[in-house]
Each structure stands twice: as structure tokens, then as C-alpha cells.
């Protein structure tokens, strides 16, 4: 047990080995053993992260198989390797399942009636496979890791409605395109270099020096391409709201906050260890257009958010705007930037799951998310539309919330970098996401229906019925999880200076640029 | 013309010694064509099987390497006694101990190491493949067709009966008060 | 929308043939892939590191056995996922379908059957047991054990074979495979290794730490091929008759 970061991986893998094979006669232990699998790896994603911040070059790496580096070249087994930023993203994976878990016990039994141990245990390999690329110090395990992640995705999607089914087809497409030109990159890196150790693989573009050959250019486009798609970066979003939004509750709970920003932390991975800082933010080629990309991006979902009348698809497009911010947070090339982009990972991932739990309590309630049905919410549930709205209010950037502190530092960022395009396209989208909040409160307090008609007779009078005017909260198993997520994203936002000088220590050795013009 | 296939023009470079490269990006836009633009899903998923194989060909063509067998040993760097050619006085004793082996050259095998990647993707390509089928069996029960606008049409159909179409129209908001698909159940 | 996608398509292939010039020619001994230190390294030393003279077999299942073991795991999740996609929504509509229709099974098949399999299945055993020596290994072995499942469900009926090994089972069987070769790797950590390090088993072992490795190797591979014969299996059992487990084709 001196080494916690593999049992991040081992406790969701053998618990999900458990419950497949307990869940045929023992259905009552899949959720207890869920629970108790998500705690021992949250558990060992803390005990890294102290051990991360303890140690003198702030990183922890595991040889799996005992291949030491010291006697070899580089990369001939599989490292393990999680400095500060992976087992910061690994404490968020295996944190925000260890919620889910908890939450999931009666959304499951409802929605897939019958096949919950199929469920769990599909539910912890998705941990596991995610846990897993925030740790992995190399670039094929890292491809393998992201189809065992996408294959329980794809299955704890599909095994919702006949709807949910359809979008996932979609989602599959795309999702194998995306891993393909993953692969695919890695293959030219491989070709080019001879190994597959991102440390390795770094050396050796290091080595070609300022003018780095046209099969790696090539490779970091395939590679940020197949990112991007999987990401559901602004043009390649298709698949995420019709997927989100039909999946079962849980499901949407536990790939929601973390599909997109895991695969945002690869990206950030690519660039910095893969790639280097100079490769990457040297080349005029993208470094000139991708923040124009973002901004897009960022735009078109928050002009697709406006549109929608339903909690869940507005949550949605939500996330593919939230994407947009942290690509750009990266794609501004210097250092405020970067952590900005960092932050907003932790934090985004933070409000979304508090969001999604809200919204799987409202719909548990009140039986539809749209936004017609949300009159008198805060009567009948008021703990949970306050979980809900602090959620809402850190997408905004409501200052004690953490969404408040991340924004900030993109926008100092693109300012550093005199990136303006991004930073009003930024104060804009928050214009947006006030807009969008504000309305679902304002659709909570007044007795208005979606024609505009006047439904009560004034003076506070919300037109409600007795029963639904009734105080008639969401039962524990599910406030509670709402409740702490709720408390972490403010906690976030309290603690915000401590989390940022780890990621400050995190990016030093990086030499990244702090003024306007690099190189 | 004749000049084409001279060593060391262009010709030759591209198409003569690296062939191979331009076998796999042919193979790999006819599966990615497949993918985005056919109509019916399985066709999508042959692509998909198309697109796959072809970068497995690009993975195994860089293991290639000019005289080199394939990556098991010959008898002779054998490590276990049993596959060594008995010696010369009759003697059946165990090689591993009586003669220090030498090490191989790198340059007498192939590289394994993408002969072993390609192995994990061909069970990946297995296990998505499986699933995709499986989705498409669901999605031929649930709305009887298996052809890509006909799907979308219904799928615009059920939406907008059940109200939660991605466009925001009219005509949804007449359904309004139905319940939503899936919780009827 | 097929002009846009004709346009992507070619674009991508551009963006890939643009690279070409800059790859080492076919079969180039010298090319950075084939000449790197890791490359050389599994030539030269495996038979040293793991006594193990197929050398896919020892990079697959040692140097990156972490990778075979995620692999199994990806075979597991589909087996999983394809059950748990077929059983959803299935009040939808029940139709009269052809492959209800029962029908007797032919004598000439499923005599021949009778013949064939327990010659696929010794040779799958043998192919799953020489993986080290020649092309072989779990994941071969365990789809040509599948395939004698398979080929028992298509003689005789889906009923017949599902009787003698019922999806449970099957699930179970495939659990167990991923159990054996995480338990194995578990295994080391408490001999005092690293997860997977199948050196340390040797503490176990009546054997060096090189051989422990071969040794390991091959419950590795028995592993996998468990895994992989129940669950080619089911996905054929789940495919052929839609998630209903009857009739078949």
C-alpha cells in the first residue's frame, strides 16, 4: 500500500469485477459496493496528491511491471506518472464519482429496472478508465484508456430509452473518429521518435530543435483534431446533446462533468508534456487561429443555449461552451492562461455535476425538465434549487463560487496575451449564462407560462395547485450528494489561492510566457 | 517517363518506397467516406471497419524492417534448451547453461512493439464494432429502419410529439402537456 | 451534406499524404520506429528478461501487460454493454419474426458438429498454451474457443448451447478471466513488486524471477482467454436473436 496512485485504478476495477459477478444473486450489494470502491479510490487519489505535493519534483510515477527507467531506455514498460495537475485531475475523477455513487442508488433502479449490476459495474470501468488518463505517463495506454472510458460510455448511454440508443449511434461515430486520429497521431509520433513515453517522445522533438519535420506538425494536428472531437469542441459537438440529454440521470450526472474536461486535460497534456511548450505555442500556424476557433465556439453554444426550454439541453450546450473557454484558456499561449484553463477544469467540473444532480432532482420530482414545469420549484424544494443555483451562479462567475476565480484568470490571460477577441467574446457568453439563469429563476418566481399568459392573480401568487405548493424535498440519498457538491464548489472558490499555488508550482518548470509576445 | 522510376526522383520516393503509406491513406478516406456520408448504419459501420484496418496497415508496414524474420527467436537465441540444435557430439544437455548465449541484433527481427499495439486495437475495433451492431439492432426494433434520414425523420417525429425537439417551434409547444417519452413506461 | 463530406475526406487525406514525404521508406532498417533504443531493447533482452521466445508474446503480456489487461477489460465492457443495450426497451413492439420459427436440426450437421469441436477447442487450448513459442496467445485461443460455442448454437440451436453455457455463466466466466489477470498482477504488489511485475512471484514460485515471468505470462494468457471465449459467446447469443435469447439463427 505505499503506493496509492495504482489503487486510484485497482479499487473501481476490482469493484466492478465484484458486482458483475455478486450482482446475479446478491442485487441489493451493487450500490454499497459501488460506494465502497468510489471511497477507497478517492482515498488513493488524496493519499497521490499529498504524496505529489510532498515530494521534492512534485510528481509520483509507478513502473507497472517494475520496468525501471534507470536501466532502460525510456518507455519499454508503462509508466505511471502523475505530477500535480494529473493527480489534481485524478482526485476530480475519482471525487465526482465518489457523488455520483451516492446519488445513484434510486435514479438506477428506476431507470434501467433489472440491470443494475450491468450499471455499476459499467459505472466503475468509466471511473477507471478515466482515472486512468489523468495518470498515465503514456501515449498508447493513454488510447486505451480512452476507448475503455468510451465504451462504458456508450453503454451506460444506450442503456436508457429507445432515444438515448439512437443518439448514441451518433455518438459512437464520432467518438471512434476521434480515438482513430488519436491513434493515428501517436502512430506518426511513434514513427518519428521510437517510443511511446510522453516523456520519451518529448526528448526527441526537443532534439529536432527549431525546425521540427512535417510528420510531427502533422501528428500534433491529428492528435489535437481526434482531442478536439472527443471534447465536443464547437463544429464536433453534435453527438453531446442528444446523448446528455436522453441518457439515464446517472449516467448524464457522471459523464457530464468529466468526459469533457478529461479530455480537455489531455489536450493541456499533449501541449505540455507531449509536445513541449515550444513546439506547440511557437507555430503561427494554429497558435493565430485557434483562439478565433474558440471564440466561434463560444458563441454559437451560447446562442444554441439561448434557445433551448429545457434544463437538461441548455445544461448541454452549456458544457460545449464551457469547452470553448478552456481550449481558448489554453490556445492563448502564456501562463495565466493556462492556469485559468486548469482551474476552470476543476471548478467547471465541480458546477457541472452540481447542475446535473439538480437537474436529475427536478426531473425526479416534477417529472419533465422543461422549463414550463418549474413554476413553484423553490416553494416545494427550496435545498435543492439552492444547490441548484449555486451551481448556476458559479457559471456565471458569482464571486464567492469558484466559477468566479477560474474566469478570471482566462480573462487575465487573454488580456496578458492581448488576445480581446476572446476576452469580450468571454464577458459576452457571461452576459449569456446570466441571462440564461436569471430567466430559470425568474420562470420559478412569477406565474407566467411560456406564451406570456398570466397564470396566478398577482401579489406572489404563483397560480399553483395545494399539493405542489407543499414542501416536498428531494429524498437524502440524493439532496445530500446535491448538498456537497454544492459545498465544494463554494470551498473551491473559498480555498481558490491554495489550488491555484499548486498549479503555479505545477506550471514552473514549463517556462511559460507571462508577457504579450512569445518566443 | 522512363526517367519516373529512377532512383532517387520524386516518383520513386513517393510511390515506389513508400507505397505503403499511400495504400493506408486511400484505404483509410474510403472508410472515413463510409462513415460521414453513407446513408444506411451498417454501411457507416463497414467504414468504420474499413477506417480501423487501415490504420492497423500503417501500424504493422512501419515494423517492417529489410531482412529481418519475424519477432520470435530462431533456434539459435532461443533462451530455452529445448528448440537448439543438438550439438555436434550427440549431447542432449540443455543449452542455457552450457553456452552464454549471445544477444540478438536488433536488425535479425521485426519490431514487435507494433505488432503488439495493433493486437490491442484489432479488440478494441472487435469490442466498438459489437456495440455498434448491438445499438443498431435496438434502433431497427424501436423504429423499424436502419437507414440514416429515415431515422432522422422519425426521431423529429418522436421529439416533437414528446416536446423536446432541439428546435424551438410552434407546433411543440401544442404538445406541451404530454408527458415525456421514457416515463410513460 | 455529401459535398461537405467529400471535402473533409479529401482534406484529411491531404493532411495525411502531406506527411508521407517525411516517413523513412518501406522496410528501412534505419528508421527511427525500427532502430530506437526501446525496439532494440525488446529484441535483445527478452530472451534474457522473460525466457520467453515469442516476442510479441512477451512485450503483450509483460513489458505491456497494463495495456493486454485494459484490452480484456474492453472485451468485458462490450460483452456488458451489448447485453445491457439489448434488454432496454424491448415492451416496445413484439412482432411475429422469422427466426422464431423452430426447426429440427439436421442429422449431417450436427453430426459433423460433433466431429469439429473437440478438435477446435483442443486446438484453441493449444494455441492459448504456445503463445510463447509461436503465434498465438489468450486473445486467439479464447475467439477460437468461442467460436466452437458458436458453432454448437449454429448446429444444433441457440437453446442447445445456451443450455450448456448460459450467459450467467458466461459473464461470470469472463469475470473470472479479468479477475485472474488482475490477481495475478495484485499478486506481485503483495510480493513486495510493482502491479504486474511478475518477477517477484518467484517468492511464490519454486522458480527464478525470469522463469516466474514466463510462468505468469501463461496465467495471463489463460486469463484473457477466458474472457474472450464467454464473451464472443455472448455477443453472438445477445446479436443473433436481438437480446431475446430464443430462437436464434
Known amino acids: ?519 | 517517363m522512363i526517367g519516373m522510376f529512377e532512383e532517387g526522383s520524386i516518383f520513386t520516393q513517393l510511390f515506389v518506397e513508400r507505397l505503403n503509406y499511400f495504400i493506408y491513406v486511400v484505404l483509410l478516406m474510403i472508410g472515413l467516406w463510409a462513415m460521414i456520408a453513407k446513408n444506411n448504419l451498417i454501411k457507416k459501420l463497414i467504414g468504420m471497419s474499413v477506417f480501423q484496418t487501415a490504420i492497423i496497415l500503417f501500424y504493422v508496414s512501419i515494423a517492417v524492417k529489410e531482412g529481418a524474420t519475424i519477432p520470435i527467436y530462431l533456434p539459435e537465441h532461443d533462451p530455452h534448451g529445448s528448440h537448439q540444435p543438438v550439438g555436434a557430439e550427440g549431447s542432449l544437455e540443455i543449452a542455457d547453461q552450457s553456452l552464454p548465449m549471445q544477444p540478438p541484433a536488433p536488425s535479425a527481427y521485426t519490431n514487435p512493439l507494433p505488432h503488439v499495439l495493433m493486437l490491442t486495437a484489432i479488440v478494441v475495433g472487435v469490442a466498438t464494432l459489437g456495440l455498434a451492431l448491438s445499438l443498431c439492432l435496438r434502433i431497427y426494433r424501436a423504429y423499424g429502419t436502419i437507414e440514416e434520414d429515415e431515422l432522422l425523420a422519425k426521431l423529429e417525429e418522436v421529439d416533437a410529439r414528446t416536446g423536446s425537439s432541439m428546435r424551438s417551434g410552434r407546433r411543440r409547444r401544442a404538445f406541451a402537456k404530454k408527458p415525456k417519452e421514457g416515463r410513460a413506461r | 451534406m455529401k459535398k461537405v463530406a467529400f471535402v473533409m475526406v479529401l482534406l484529411v487525406g491531404l493532411l495525411l499524404a502531406l506527411a508521407v514525404r517525411d516517413f523513412p521508406a518501406w522496410a528501412d532498417r534505419n528508421s527511427p520506429a525500427s532502430q530506437s533504443p526501446v525496439s532494440s531493447y525488446y529484441v535483445s533482452n527478452t530472451g534474457a528478461d522473460t525466457q520467453v521466445p515469442n516476442l510479441v508474446t512477451a512485450v503483450l503480456a509483460d513489458y505491456r501487460g497494463f495495456d493486454t489487461m485494459l484490452e480484456t477489460v474492453v472485451v468485458f465492457i462490450a460483452g456488458l454493454a451489448v447485453w445491457a443495450v439489448l434488454q432496454g426497451g424491448r415492451t416496445v413492439r413484439s412482432r411475429n419474426r422469422g427466426d422464431q420459427v423452430q426447426f429440427e436440426p439436421d442429422l449431417i450437421v450436427t453430426n459433423t458438429v460433433r466431429l469439429i469441436v473437440p478438435v477446435i477447442q483442443i486446438f484453441a487450448l493449444y494455441v492459448l498454451a504456445h503463445g510463447h513459442v509461436s503465434p498465438g496467445g489468450g486473445f486467439q485461443g479464447g475467439v477460437a474457443m468461442g467460436a466452437s460455442f458458436i458453432l454448437v448454437a449454429l448446429g444444433w440451436s441457440l437453446r442447445e448451447a445456451l443450455y450448456r453455457f448460459p450467459l450467467e455463466r458466461c459473464f461470470a466466466v469472463a469475470g473470472i478471466g479479468i479477475l485472474i489477470y488482475a490477481g495475478i498482477g495484485l499478486l506481485c504488489i503483495f510480493c513486495g513488486g510493482e502491479f504486474l511485475d511478475y518477477a517477484h512471484l518467484s517468492s511464490v514460485l519454486p522458480v527464478s524471477p525470469q522463469m516466474a515471468r514466463y510462468h505468469a505470462m501463461l496465467g495471463v494468457e489463460i486469463g484473457v482467454g477466458f474472457t474472450v471465449s464467454a464473451i464472443m459467446f455472448a455477443l453472438y447469443a445477445c446479436l443473433s436473436t436481438g437480446g431475446r435469447m430464443k430462437g436464434g439463427l
Open chain 1, 1 to 519: 500500500m505505499n503506493d496509492p496512485i495504482i489503487w486510484i485504478i485497482l479499487f473501481p476495477l476490482f469493484g466492478s469485477i465484484a458486482v458483475a459477478l455478486s450482482g446475479a444473486w446478491l442485487r441489493k450489494a451493487c450500490h454499497p459496493l459501488a460506494v465502497a470502491s468510489m471511497l477507497g479510490s478517492t482515498w488513493a487519489a488524496v493519499e497521490t496528491l499529498i504524496q505529489a505535493i510532498a515530494s521534492p519534483s512534485h510528481e509520483v510515477s509507478y513502473l507497472l511491471g517494475g520496468w525501471s527507467l534507470q536501466l532502460f531506455p525510456r518507455g519499454v514498460g508503462i509508466e505511471f506518472r502523475a505530477d500535480l495537475l494529473g493527480a489534481l485531475i485524478a482526485l476530480v475523477v475519482t471525487g465526482v464519482g465518489l457523488i455520483v455513487a451516492l446519488y445513484s442508488r434510486l435514479p438506477v433502479e428506476r431507470d434501467t429496472p433489472g440491470r443494475e449490476p450491468v450499471y455499476y459495474a459499467l459505472f466503475l470501468l468509466q471511473l477507471c478508465g478515466l482515472s486512468g488518463i489523468a495518470l498515465t505517463g503514456d501515449a498508447f495506454n493513454l488510447y486505451v484508456l480512452i476507448e475503455v472510458a468510451a465504451l462504458t460510455g456508450y453503454g451506460l448511454i444506450a442503456m436508457g430509452s429507445n432515444r438515448a440508443a439512437a443518439a448514441t449511434f451518433n455518438y459512437l461515430i464520432l467518438g471512434t473518429i476521434g480515438a482513430s486520429f488519436y491513434l493515428l497521431g501517436v502512430g506518426y509520433l511513434y514513427l518519428k521518435t521510437g517510443t511511446l513515453n510522453m516523456i520519451g517522445i518529448r526528448e526527441a522533438i526537443e532534439a529536432e530543435g527549431a525546425s521540427p519535420s512535417v510528420s510531427t506538425q502533422v501528428a500534433f494536428v491529428l492528435v489535437l483534431l481526434g482531442v478536439m472531437i472527443k471534447m465536443a469542441f464547437f463544429p464536433f459537438h453534435a453527438w453531446l446533446p442528444k446523448a446528455y440529454v436522453h441518457s439515464p440521470t446517472t449516467t448524464s450526472c457522471l459523464l457530464a462533468p468529466l468526459v469533457t474536461k478529461v479530455m480537455i486535460y489531455v489536450m493541456i497534456r499533449m501541449v505540455l508534456t507531449v509536445f513541449g511548450v515550444e513546439f506547440s505555442f511557437e507555430y503561427a500556424t494554429w497558435t493565430e487561429f485557434m483562439p478565433w476557433l474558440t471564440v466561434i465556439a463560444i458563441v454559437a453554444a451560447a446562442g444554441m443555449a439561448l434557445a433551448q426550454r429545457e434544463i437538461k439541453r441548455m445544461l448541454a450546450y452549456l458544457i460545449v461552451a464551457e469547452v470553448g473557454y478552456m481550449t481558448g484558456g489554453i490556445w492563448i499561449c502564456n501562463y495565466y492562461g493556462l492556469i485559468g484553463s486548469i482551474f476552470h477544469v476543476v471548478s467547471d467540473a465541480c458546477m457541472t455535476l452540481c447542475l446535473f444532480l439538480g437537474a436529475g432532482i427536478i426531473l425526479e420530482k416534477c417529472k419533465t425538465t422543461r422549463f414550463d414545469g418549474l413554476r413553484g420549484l423553490f416553494i416545494k424544494m427550496p435545498l435543492t434549487m439552492t444547490g441548484f443555483f449555486i451551481g448556476g451562479f458559479s457559471i456565471i462567475g458569482l464571486p464567492p463560487t469558484c466559477g468566479f476565480f477560474s474566469k478570471w484568470y482566462l480573462i487575465t490571460g487573454g488580456m496578458v496575451s492581448q488576445r480581446w477577441e476572446y476576452v469580450i467574446t468571454l464577458m459576452l457568453s457571461t452576459m449569456v449564462m446570466v441571462v440564461l439563469f436569471f430567466r430559470l429563476i425568474e420562470r420559478m418566481h412569477l406565474a407566467v407560462d411560456e406564451s406570456g399568459r398570466n397564470l396566478g392573480d398577482g401579489h406572489g401568487d404563483l397560480g399553483l395547485s395545494k399539493d405542489r405548493k407543499r414542501f416536498d424535498e428531494a429524498p437524502p440519498s440524493m439532496l445530500i450528494p446535491l448538498l456537497i457538491a454544492a459545498s465544494v464548489v463554494l470551498l473551491v472558490g473559498i480555498y481558490n489561492q491554495d489550488l491555484v499555488d499548486q498549479i503555479e508550482r505545477m506550471l514552473q518548470p514549463f517556462n511559460l510566457p507571462t508577457g504579450v509576445h512569445y518566443r
